[in-house]
C-alpha cells in the first residue's frame, strides 16, 4: 500500500493565478469599477480645475496638480479598501470556512488579497494622473511620476484597512460603511483640507490619523514640504495594525469550520 504525503504549497499558496482570477472576478463588479476608478477623478474635474486653481503656483507646479495629487492618493484609497474589503463577500458565502481545509495559510490569502488591492490602486491612479495631465494639472517632470508611484504605494495602509473591514462588516453594507468613513478620514487627515488649515488641535489630530502619512508624502515632491519622517512612521505603523488585524480575523473567522 502506497502512502502519499500531503505537500504544501510554495509560498504558502499565494500564486500569480489566484490573483488573476481573483481580478478577473473583481472587474466584473461595474459598481466597484465606477465607484474606484471614475468618482476620484470625476471630483478632480470638479474641484480641481478653475481657473484659478490653473494659475496659481504650489511648489514646482500649481494648485490644479496639488488637487490631483489628493484626489489621486484618494482613487488610491478608495480602490485597494475595496479591493481588501471584498473578502466579506467571500465570508457570506462560506468562501473562508472553505479555506480552512486547503493549505492555503493565513498570510498567503492576507498577500493575495492585498496583492489584488494594489493592482487597483495602480489602475485608479493611473486614470487620475490621465485626466489630470489633459486638464491643466501642472507638476515637475519628476514629480508626476514619483507623486504617482507615493499614492500609489503608500495606499498599502488602505488595501490592509479594506481587508480587515471585510473580516468585521457584514457584506451586503461593506462598501455603503467604509465609503464615508474613508471621506471623513480623508477631511480629518488633511487631504482635501491642508493640515495648516484646520487649526493647531485639529492639526495635532489629523496627524495620526491613517490619511495623513499617504497625503504627506504622495505630495512631497509637488510641494517640497511636511514632515516626511513622520509621514513615513504613520504609514507603517497603521499598515502593520491592519494587516496583523486581517491576519487575527482570518484565523479567527477561518477557524469556526
Not at 480645475?49 to 482613487?75: I, W
Not at 519628476?142 to 468585521?168: D, I, K, N, R, T
Not at 471621506?183 to 489630530?205: E, K, N, Q, R
Request: proline share 4%.
Amino acid at each position: 500500500m502506497t502512502v502519499t504525503t500531503r505537500t504544501l504549497p510554495r509560498f504558502g499558496g499565494f500564486s500569480l493565478g489566484m490573483i488573476a482570477l481573483e481580478l478577473r472576478r473583481l472587474m466584473r463588479n461595474k459598481r466597484t469599477v465606477v465607484f474606484t476608478l471614475v468618482l476620484p477623478a470625476v471630483f478632480f474635474l470638479l474641484f480641481g480645475t478653475s481657473s484659478q486653481y490653473k494659475s496659481e503656483r504650489v511648489g514646482g507646479g500649481n494648485v490644479t496638480g496639488y488637487v490631483l495629487v489628493s484626489m489621486a492618493v484618494y482613487g488610491a484609497m478608495l480602490a485597494t479598501t475595496s479591493g481588501g474589503a471584498m473578502v466579506s463577500i467571500e465570508r457570506a458565502a462560506g468562501w473562508s470556512r472553505q479555506l480552512r481545509l486547503t493549505p492555503l495559510r493565513p498570510a498567503a490569502y492576507v498577500a493575495t488579497k492585498i496583492t489584488l488591492a494594489m493592482i487597483i490602486g495602480a489602475v485608479s491612479v493611473a486614470v487620475a494622473f490621465a485626466v489630470g495631465a489633459l486638464s491643466g494639472a501642472r507638476l515637475p517632470a519628476s514629480a508626476w511620476v514619483l507623486c504617482a508611484l507615493l499614492a500609489w504605494v503608500c495606499a498599502l495602509v488602505f488595501a490592509a484597512f479594506g481587508l480587515f473591514m471585510g473580516y468585521l462588516l457584514p457584506s451586503e453594507n461593506v462598501m455603503q460603511i467604509l465609503g464615508p468613513v474613508l471621506a471623513v478620514l480623508s477631511f480629518a487627515g488633511g487631504l482635501f483640507v491642508p493640515v495648516d488649515d484646520l487649526g493647531h488641535t485639529f492639526a495635532t489630530i489629523a496627524k495620526f490619523t491613517p490619511v495623513y502619512g499617504v497625503g504627506e508624502l504622495a505630495r512631497a515632491p509637488l510641494t517640497h514640504d511636511g514632515n516626511l519622517w513622520l509621514a513615513a512612521v504613520n504609514v507603517v505603523v497603521w499598515t502593520a495594525l491592519f494587516a496583523a488585524g486581517a491576519v487575527w480575523r482570518f484565523r479567527r473567522d477561518t477557524a469556526r469550520v
